[in-house]
Nanobody, 125 residues
Framework: VQLQACGGGLVQAGGSLRLSCAAS????????IGWFRQAPGKEREFVTTIRGGSNAIYYADSVKGRFTISRDNAKNTIYLQMNSLKPEDTAVYYC???????????????????WGQGTLVTVSS
């Protein structure tokens, strides 16, 4: 599967953005799709993921209640709605996919073997 993320931009603190991750392939609904982010000088970190099949959703504590992940299998697209953005949300956001996610590793970037190119989100204070 090939992934392409878009929707990043510059927004003021408290504002909102919606990221999209478009995927190729006919088995999209089976993939677990996650969002990760990497701020300058920091390691890539887990944001949220939605499992293939069950559509179970998991969030990092830092975004719970502010971010919402959803999927539209008819459009082969994953969305990340980000509300109440904070300056510390500034990062390059990546979507990633895997067919073999298990609960114990679903928050780890190494569990995902397909990655999009990233989209920059900048939140000004």
């Amino acid at each position: 599967v090939q992934l392409q993320a878009c929707g990043g931009g510059l927004v003021q603190a408290g504002g909102s953005l919606r990221l999209s991750c478009a995927a190729s392939g006919r088995t999209f609904s089976r993939y677990t799709i996650g969002w990760f982010r990497q701020a300058p000088g920091k390691e890539r970190e887990f944001v949220t993921t939605i499992r293939g099949g069950s559509n179970a959703i998991y969030y990092a504590d830092s975004v719970k209640g502010r971010f919402t992940i959803s999927r539209d299998n008819a459009k082969n697209t994953i969305y990340l709605q980000m509300n109440s953005l904070k300056p510390e949300d500034t990062a390059v956001y990546y979507c990633a996919a895997t067919l073999t996610a298990i609960l114990s590793t679903i928050r780890q970037s190494t569990a995902y073997n397909h990655w999009g190119q990233g989209t920059l989100v900048t939140v000004s204070s």
